[in-house]
């Protein structure tokens, strides 16, 4: 080779001079759009005198192709992230609009019951009714706590008398913030609806939540563990006793009103549901959930309602319960009934998140998948593949994270001490309102927990370059498949379950983590040692 050409190399770094220099000077984008094509690479090697004998032009040459493949990969990618991005915005605008439509709907639907309400306000001879029913309706209405929801078997050609016996009134009541300590009315705000069986939150406050019945409740709703004979016994002995002593109407599954039947037609008047389409009108007749199990069993009885929840009374009869504050023997349940019954009581506001399965086939809103509610936990893993999970998270369209690890947990703060606790979460008090994101085995030292505001929208997507798919499940059931380009859309559901508190929620929380986990027990330290001086 003549010394000009080498010192021409040596110079521009390939070759030739005048490509070099303009590499130099235009950066990186015009030396991608050149090196983008490998016949632009052939042209620049036949430009370079290579001989047969030397080595080094040759693994010169060599390092060039390399380059050109890495750099046309690199803009494939590129091209590929974009396509992407631009699909799942679609995507996202059709579950934005689909929701969009829902609340719409909901939102007439109030409407027509609220003038249905106005034209009940008239009595059968078209006489107004009393200014003081009237009053007392406008300040329950002002307050958002009241519920006067009359439900009718459907017959409207009687007179009015039959009519009103044939009615059946859902019990009304009142949630109201309580200070402790203090007995005046004005250190009371009430902060809750309940208008037609629908309880949403409409503001937050740190203070404990109370609930005052404002007429009798009628129908109670009983829910048990399943194969354990000492709550077949209990049940049994409840349903008695809430029905000769409380003279209330009495729901139970249809696997336990066989149990009772089994054991004496007594049971007779016990009601059931045949189908689903009476489940989803049991919080229309409902005015309080009594669940006799463990955790798993207030899971289970939260999961019968898509929407609105009566006021859960949990009894703990499992092996560990951080939900279930009462316990239930013959000698206690009476009394825990009774004064729920007569009330006030403090409760807990426990949220639920509401999740959608988005698929990647899916092109309009028929083709998007129910909507699923959970109160622990929703878990994304890779099943029983041996890749690791490779996961890109997103918070209200902000790029959160990559996981790259055994899954991830997205948990409400009542389910911080279930799988998202094993997984390392911290434990948060259930009345905070948040929503805990949480790794699971991590292949990172540093990829530690979060905890994230209820208001925040939450996605989750298996990218098109996963080495595999993953799972997700609800809950601990409804397990899911999701493949490449699939995606999960999780935020805070408008609905949250309330349940029975045996002191206040503070006291039934220090307590289940004391006595369910032993928190931080270890023996004291002795006092004679050496002291300070």
């Not at 078997?153 to 009519?163: K, Q, V, Y």
């Amino acid at each position: 080779m003549a010394p000009s050409q080498l010192n021409s190399t040596d110079s521009c770094g390939n070759g030739d001079a005048s490509f070099s220099c303009s590499q130099t000077t235009n950066g990186f984008n015009d030396s991608l759009s050149l090196f983008h094509s490998e016949k632009a690479v052939q042209e620049l090697l036949q430009q370079t005198p290579i001989q047969g004998t030397d080595d080094h032009l040759i693994e010169f040459s060599e390092a060039l192709r390399t380059v050109a493949k890495a750099l046309r990969r690199a803009a494939e990618g590129k091209a590929t992230a974009q396509t992407e991005a631009a699909e799942w915005k679609r995507r996202y605008e059709l579950e934005r609009q689909r929701n969009q439509h829902l609340r719409r709907k909901e939102h007439s639907h109030e409407e027509c019951n609220d003038d249905f309400d106005e034209k009940r306000t008239v009595n059968s001879t078209n006489q107004p009714l009393p200014s003081n029913t009237n009053k007392q309706s406008e300040n329950c209405l002002t307050n958002g706590i009241c519920s006067h929801e009359i439900l009718q078997d459907g017959e409207t050609n009687l007179d009015s008398e039959m009519f009103q016996n044939r009615m059946m009134r859902k019990a009304s009541f009142k949630l109201s913030w309580c200070c402790k300590g203090e007995i005046s009315d004005q250190h009371k705000h009430d902060v809750v609806s309940f208008e037609r069986g629908n309880i949403t939150t409409a503001e937050r406050s740190s203070k404990q939540i109370s609930l005052k019945w404002e007429s009798n409740p009628q129908t109670v709703l009983i829910m048990t563990k399943p194969n354990s004979t000492s709550v077949r016994i209990l049940c049994a002995d409840m349903v008695r006793w809430l029905k000769e002593h409380k003279r209330l109407n009495i729901y139970v599954e249809p696997r336990v009103r066989g149990e009772l039947l089994t054991e004496s037609s007594y049971f007779n008047f016990v009601q059931t549901w045949e189908d689903d389409k009476e489940i989803s009108l049991l919080h229309n007749k409902v005015d309080l959930v009594i669940t006799l199990g463990g955790d798993g069993t207030v899971l289970w009885a939260a999961s019968m309602f898509k929407g609105a929840v009566p006021p859960v009374v949990p009894f703990s009869l499992g092996s560990l319960g951080f939900m279930t504050p009462f316990y239930l023997d013959s000698e206690h349940y009476r009394d825990s009934l009774d004064s729920i019954l007569r009330g006030p009581i403090s409760i807990t506001l426990r949220h639920r998140l509401q999740c959608h399965v988005i698929r990647d086939a899916a092109t309009n809103e028929v083709e998007t998948e129910e909507p699923i509610l959970v109160l622990n936990e929703v878990t994304i893993d890779r099943g029983i593949s041996s890749f690791l999970t490779n996961l890109e998270c997103y918070c209200d369209n902000s790029f959160v994270t990559c996981v790259q690890g055994d899954g991830l947990i997205l948990s409400t703060t009542s389910g911080s001490t279930a799988y998202s606790l094993a997984a390392g979460g911290s434990m948060v008090h259930p009345q905070v309102p948040g929503i805990l994101f949480t790794p699971i085995c991590p292949h990172s030292l540093s990829f530690r927990p979060l905890i994230l505001p209820e208001h925040v929208t939450i996605r989750v997507q298996v990218p098109f370059n996963s080495r595999s798919s993953a799972w997700v499940s609800f809950d601990g059931k409804d397990r899911k498949k999701l493949t490449p380009g699939d995606a999960l859309v999780c935020s805070m559901a408008p609905w949250p379950v309330p349940t029975a508190c045996q002191v206040d929620s503070t006291n039934d929380f220090l307590h289940s983590i004391h006595e369910g986990l032993h928190w931080n027990l270890r023996k004291t330290q002795s006092f004679d040692g050496p002291r300070d001086q």
